[in-house]
């Protein structure tokens, strides 16, 4: 994916777990310090999963 314009910013979030509650506890905690100080109007997140991942099945609900 390629993302363009004027104050583009990106961060990538790895999961590493497959207890629900940790992960929302890792994506709140992601959304916290990194997310939410973003000086721009427009924040993109992207949720990738790779074909070993351990999340759980569910995850995609949290990234909504």
């Known amino acids: 994916m390629i993302f363009g314009g004027k ?3 990106v961060s990538t979030f790895v999961v ?3 207890n629900e509650t940790e992960l929302r506890e890792q994506f709140e ?3 916290i310090e990194t997310i939410s100080k973003w000086n721009n109007c427009q924040k993109i997140a992207v949720h990738i999963t790779s ?3 351990k999340e ?3 995850s995609e609900n ?3």
Do not use: A, Y
Request: proline fraction near 6%; charged fraction near 40%; hydrophobic fraction near 20%.
């Open 7 to 9: 104050n583009v910013e």
């Open 51 to 53: 074909t070993d991942s």
């Open 29 to 31: 905690r992601w959304n």
């Open 62 to 64: 949290l990234f909504k």
């Open 56 to 58: 759980p099945k569910n």
């Open 16 to 18: 590493k777990t497959d």
